[in-house]
């Protein structure tokens, strides 16, 4: 008796054991491919393809005036994105810097925005050194231009930082804004 008593509870322990395993096997790959999908957003701009990497996407949101040094500002949030060349022949093009106005309304922040000139830029091509400019002086919000050679790809990252300087701005200040990849001619 005591052993149809303990093969029942083996029985019914081994079966308990193997649902938890097959749910959270199921449960991690549901998460993980979740969470891979919302990470890379695709942007298909015609002959080329621009995979943002970080969860904002293309949008960068600079929600508080904090100015900071040159070096901190190389190590704050990185906005990454590689642009591919799928055709079979080369693709000029351009990454612009615009302006998220509709974030603004929404946020109500249109008169307490961070002037460009109060924000430093760095933009990174393919792993070499970064450069590093206010964003006031790049011309038409034209952060790069550039020819892509064909079946290929280029990796970018941008990082945004409000510089110190001796301007009196309110630290609730705002700047959104949207990269954007054109393709030329």
Known sequence: MYQKYYRRHMIKSAIIIIFLLAFAIVSTYLIYHNFSNARERDIDTGEMEVVFHGKEGNKINLTRFTPVSDAVGLSS??????????????????????????????????????????????????????????????????????????DSEEEYSIRLWAINSDFVIDRNSHYHAIIKVIEEG
């Open 77 to 150: 949030t990185e906005y990454s994105f590689t642009v591919k060349n799928n055709t079979d022949s080369s693709v000029r093009y351009k990454i612009v810097l615009e302006e998220n106005t509709k974030r603004m309304s929404k946020d109500d922040c249109i008169n307490s925005t961070i002037p460009k000139e109060l924000l430093k830029l760095s933009l990174r091509v393919d792993h070499q050194t970064p450069t590093a400019m206010i964003l006031s002086e790049y011309q038409d919000n034209v952060l790069y231009e550039d020819t892509l050679e064909a």
